[in-house]
């Protein structure tokens, strides 16, 4: 389809980019057919917290909506297959598209999966016309079996993407989808289109209620009053409705292949043999991120046996990894999976060796003050891990939890925290600021009142007798209680048997030094002290 003459274009200084646009409509339903395998036809919908995120040509004719809740989704549509929305799915499933148009063009700007932009002039000329170069791309995406394109010829991005949304109007369902915008046309093709396609609410509702409708009502306008009265964002969108969107397509750098695999043949049945054999590609491993200017601080290993079994570990390191971090990282993974340290139950056919993070090497050049002290300790470490093993050095990280000894986790060096996220709520938590002496185990203590008798804590909080006293550890003096606060209830898994509840107290002694107090079955404890 094509448009006629165009109006009055952009000053001669300033050409918008002659773009194409390629859309793949309900892009998360196409990639979620294919990765199932289900019927085209099917009533689907993806989910993503509870409402529906995108959903099938064949339910929206039942009447489920992008946005209902699930339940309603359902009861309009009883047969409707529900699945859980995955982003990653989406980028994951376009790649094969981007990379099938590269071989045709380059310069490829992903916009979104879905949807990406491409500079038309050259492949223009090379095919012969801009019409004959998206004939091309449809029969190369028809080919990996992507029907389902549309593709807009424009100036700018902007216009062409409503040009590529515009070819679901077209009356002939055997015509390519193809919509061209004449050069200079933008304008009066985009005159008739509502606000709302600016994906900008509030200034649409705003105009709205100054009486503009459509975007040709928006253009009329003088652009310095636009940017004045609506500012950066108002001044984009009214350069967007007058066709004059001079922003030029980016094309993606397609990212290094960093990975690296070692192919053994025939297998290797000896962790040493192994070692040995794979040190020369974690070396080439090195270099290759070296020469791109990268680090890696996450490995991810994955060890392939003959017998078909694949053991796959993700590990982290505190600075970077070279060469003899790979190996040995490669060699733990091999120990820590039940073999003996000279064998292994089936032999190794092939490692292979993903960055799972990666950063900027300049963030990691050595200072200025230089950085022998910090390497030494590293490689200390290191060596003390590849003579003892992976858990043999251990680092204190504080994780989350309710009770104090609970956020003190332990784990190998190196490794990221797999404990429980501190930046949960963990309601019962004790606020700042925390005691800085915690005792591995609580220690026994004594409560009593100014009679003699033990403070004692009901199920609902409420305390027999004010403190007066109280003695910590095996000590036989008492300390007079200056003040206290509390009790604060902590309910840990209430649902299940062994659950713990107890009560925590703060005193502070009449010299002025202050203690973290754990009631739990009728008897006192002291957690922490402050110091």
């Not at 294919?34 to 993806?46: F, G």
């Not at 190369?140 to 100036?155: E, F, N, S, W």
């Not at 960093?258 to 590609?281: G, K, S, V, W």
């Not at 490794?415 to 915690?438: E, F, I, N, Y």
């Amino acid at each position: 389809m094509s448009t006629g003459a165009a109006a009055s274009g952009p000053p001669a200084a300033l050409t918008a980019t002659r773009t194409l646009m390629l859309w793949c409509p309900d892009w998360p339903i196409t990639a979620a057919v294919r990765e199932h395998s289900l019927d085209v036809h099917t009533a689907l919908a993806l989910v993503d917290r509870g409402e529906v995120f995108a959903c099938s040509p064949t339910a929206r004719q039942d009447g489920v909506r992008r946005g209902l809740r699930l339940r309603e989704a359902q009861a309009r549509c009883s047969g409707l297959t529900v699945l859980a929305y995955d982003p990653s799915l989406d980028t994951r499933s376009f790649e094969p598209v981007i990379t099938a148009v590269e071989t045709l063009m380059p310069g490829v700007q992903v916009l979104r999966p879905g949807l990406c932009a491409i500079q038309i002039k050259g492949p223009s000329r090379y095919y012969g016309s801009e019409e004959s170069a998206a004939s091309i791309v449809f029969q190369t995406l028809a080919a990996i079996g992507l029907t389902d394109v549309r593709i807009g010829i424009a100036d700018g991005l902007f216009a062409a993407e409503q040009a590529a949304k515009a070819t679901e109007a077209l009356e002939d369902p055997q015509a390519e989808p193809l919509c061209i915008i004449p050069p200079g046309g933008s304008p009066w093709f985009l005159s008739t289109f509502p606000l709302d396609v600016l994906e900008q609410p509030r200034l649409a509702v705003l105009l709205k209620r100054l009486g503009i409708r459509s975007l040709g009502n928006f253009a009329a306008l003088s652009a310095a009053d636009v940017r004045n009265r609506f500012g950066a964002e108002g001044a984009l969108a009214h350069r967007q409705a007058c066709g004059f969107d001079y922003s030029s397509v980016l094309a993606r750098t397609p990212p290094p292949q960093l990975d690296a695999t070692a192919h053994f043949e025939p297998p290797l049945a000896r962790i040493d043999q192994l070692a040995f054999a794979f040190r020369i590609t974690a070396e080439h491993f090195v270099d290759g991120l070296r020469q791109a200017g990268l680090v890696c601080t996450a490995l991810q290993v994955a060890l392939h046996t003959e017998s078909g079994e694949v053991s796959e570990r993700l590990w982290q390191h505190p600075r970077w990894f070279d060469a003899d971090d790979v190996v040995d990282r490669v060699r733990w993974q091999l120990q820590g999976s039940n073999a003996a340290d000279h064998g292994l139950t089936s032999g190794i056919t092939h490692v292979q060796i993903v960055p799972g993070l990666v950063e900027d090497l300049s963030d990691h050049a050595d200072g200025l003050w230089g950085t022998g002290p910090d390497e030494s300790i590293y490689h200390g470490l290191a060596r003390v891990q590849s003579m003892l093993g992976h858990g043999a050095v251990l680092t204190a990280v504080i994780a989350g939890g309710r009770l104090l000894a609970d956020r003190r986790v332990y784990i190998p060096w190196g490794d990221s925290p797999a404990a429980q996220d501190k930046t949960q709520p963990w309601p019962g938590r004790l606020p700042g600021p925390v005691p800085a002496t915690v005792f591995a185990v609580p220690v026994p203590a004594v409560v009593v009142d100014a009679r003699g008798n033990p403070v004692d804590i009901d199920p609902r909080g409420l305390m027999s007798a004010d403190p007066a006293f109280f003695t910590v550890g095996r000590s036989d003096q008492r300390w007079p209680v200056h003040s206290w606060a509390g009790p604060w209830p902590i309910n840990e898994r209430w649902w299940d048997p062994r659950g713990r509840m107890l009560n925590r107290f703060q005193l502070v002694d009449t010299s002025g030094s202050a203690w973290l107090l754990l009631f739990e079955n009728h008897e006192w404890f002291s957690e922490a002290s402050y110091d």
